[in-house]
């Protein structure tokens, strides 16, 4: 399963089920994850096997979100019917699309820190599949598409949910908040995955499942996501598209929180207030 990863001081790392590599020493023109990104797109990037240097185990690693500096943060709210209904609302009939900023982003050896109680009293927290933007592209046909993704990652989304209830315009201050966007430790490249369809993703809280879904059952599919937002706007490298979670959990400082999609990996992280 071919991957790219940063190490917690910051390296790019290429790796597989065998190990990690610095991924300059597979290509030297490639100094950031970014960089590869277009070759991922393209079924070009290198392998741990063409690299100057010797593989380094998984576990002697530890990581940070892949990417440094994303661009473009979209979320997809209500993206499976069965989680609008949780919530007693209807389902949109096309993308429920919101942005959140990359100052919200975290890795996994970091940790969910609640906002103070007066700002919010109730975060939720849910499991995403988000998919990372390849190369530059607009109004891109469906049929396309996976030349465009270079790959794949597990995130864990936060919502104060009750800034929201307030009034469904407080929606970008309610996902902001520092911390509320969880990245796993590797983008895994989309030939790696295969068809998404029959894969499934998991909030996992406290390790109870608090809601799973198929990729099928969503009301857009990731890569009718990815043609929507490109007729809306030029999509670049390093643009992410989390696609929506089969539902939400409140959380409190002491819990532990776990997304799981399946091919893709998985992503935890402890909550303190």
């Known amino acids: 399963m071919t991957r790219l990863a940063r190490t917690i001081d910051g ?9 990690f590599v610095p991924l300059s020493s597979a290509d030297p023109s490639l100094t950031k994850v970014k960089d590869a990104l277009p070759l991922a797109a393209a079924g070009d990037l290198p392998t741990p096997d063409e690299a ?18 994303p661009g473009k943060l979209w979320g997809i709210g209500l993206n499976y019917a ?36 007066d ?10 599949l988000a998919l990372v933007i390849g190369r530059t ?8 598409v996976e030349d465009v993704i270079a790959g794949y990652v597990p995130i ?27 990245f ?20 996992i809280v406290n390790e109870e499942v608090a809601a799973e879904n198929r990729i099928r059952n969503m009301m857009t599919s990731p890569h009718e996501l990815v043609t929507f937002h490109s007729k809306i706007m030029t999509l670049e490298p390093g643009d992410v598209i989390s696609t929506g979670t089969p539902g939400a959990k409140r959380i409190i400082p002491g819990d532990s929180v776990k997304a ?9 992280s402890d909550v303190v207030g």
């Open 137 to 144: 592209c607009s109004d891109v046909d469906e049929a396309e």
């Open 184 to 203: 796993g430790s590797s983008l895994v490249t989309t030939d790696q995955v295969g068809l998404l369809d029959e894969l499934s993703v998991r909030t």
């Open 82 to 117: 069965d989680h609008a209904s949780d919530l007693n609302e209807d389902s949109p009939t096309e993308p429920a699309s919101f942005m959140k900023p990359a100052t919200a982003i975290i890795g996994p050896e970091s940790s969910i820190r609640l906002p103070p109680s």
């Open 119 to 128: 700002i919010t009293n109730h975060v939720t927290a849910e499991a995403e």
């Open 52 to 69: 100057s240097a010797r593989r380094i185990p998984e576990d002697k690693l530890s990581f940070t979100a892949p990417l440094n500096r």
């Open 11 to 19: 390296e790019p790392m290429l790796g597989d089920d065998d190990g």
């Open 260 to 268: 799981e999609v399946e091919r893709v990996g998985t992503v935890s």
């Open 156 to 182: 864990i989304d936060m919502t104060a949910e009750d800034i929201l209830e307030r009034n469904p315009r407080f929606l970008t201050r309610s996902k902001s908040f520092d911390t509320f966007l969880m």
